[in-house]
């Protein structure tokens, strides 16, 4: 197999062809709909052709995805042939690296990142999914979970001591369109039991600027279509940023300097951390850290 062509790459397209959906693509490799359609967008990169038609119904082969289907499926053969027989080598290596993000961390620039490690693994099969909430501790112990980074949990930490507490700015956001001048200015916000939520509002009542609540959702992707629609601001990530978002200088629209937050970054006690998965973790404290 190619050393550009890897095999996460390749089953990802192989089941998107053989499914007509993402989604159900995604499912069947027990993977996330958004590091499958990262994988493809690679894949199209590399070869320099598109290899899908999307629709609202689904996905289908472009006459160039056509030409590379039965490639790919002798390719997949013989990895899986290869895999019965020798990869018990490669699971004595490395075994699986479950790792579980916040929904605001599980965006396209992280989960780019971690796809492009994941080449660098050598012998760790990884799996990422987006966690809606803390994951209890019962997962961390049956193995449902390797690491964990989102927002901290007293309870969890309570038992589990967290790996590393990293400390980053948020950043405002709003569409280029958005009046800043607003008074009071619209914010997109989480709901009341977010740990995010109170450091936006002190920000604003530090500096006496008054401000209301547009829009109030518990989901990331409702927040950036408020912000992009300019109906109200946000305070985010950097890294979760998406297309028709732009960052607000806080000091050039007089707005207050966004808050700090914290993201913890738990850990499984059950596993012993390897050379692999500790390069990942600082990959991933660096990219949230910026």
């Not at 959702?217 to 629609?229: E, F, K, N, Q, V």
């Amino acid at each position: 197999m190619s050393r550009l062509l890897d095999e996460a790459m390749l089953s990802g397209f192989l089941e998107a062809a053989r499914t007509g959906s993402l989604g159900a693509a995604a499912k069947k490799l027990g993977r996330s709909q958004p590091l499958l359609t990262l994988y493809i967008r690679r894949l199209e990169d590399i070869l320099g052709c598109t290899l899908f038609d999307r629709t609202s119904r689904g996905v289908s082969l472009t006459p160039e995805g056509q030409e590379l289907l039965p490639y790919v499926q002798r390719l997949v053969s013989v990895s899986d042939d290869a895999m019965r027989r020798l990869g018990r080598h490669s699971r004595e290596r490395g075994g699986q690296l479950r790792i579980r993000l916040s929904e605001d961390l599980a965006g396209e620039t992280l989960l780019r990142a971690l796809t492009e490690n994941e080449l660098m693994l050598d012998g760790v099969e990884l799996e990422v999914l987006s966690a809606g909430q803390v994951p209890p501790l019962q997962d961390f112990e049956t193995g449902e979970v390797d690491v964990f980074l989102g927002d901290p949990s007293p309870e969890l930490s309570a038992v589990l001591k967290p790996v590393k507490l990293l400390k980053t700015r948020l950043v405002w956001a709003a569409s280029a369109r958005f009046q800043i001048s607003r008074s009071p200015l619209p914010l997109a916000m989480y709901p009341e039991d977010c740990t995010w939520r109170a450091p936006i509002a002190e920000a604003f009542d530090s500096q006496l600027i008054a401000w209301s609540v547009a829009v109030e959702t518990s989901s990331l992707s409702a927040l950036h279509a408020a912000a992009r629609s300019g109906i109200a601001m946000i305070g985010c990530l950097r890294l979760s940023l998406g297309e028709g978002l732009v960052v607000l200088d806080h000091a050039a629209h007089g707005l207050p300097q966004p808050p700090e937050i914290e993201i913890a970054h738990y850990r499984s006690a059950r596993r012993r951390p390897s050379p692999q998965m500790e390069a990942l973790e600082i990959c991933l404290w660096d990219l949230i850290s910026r």
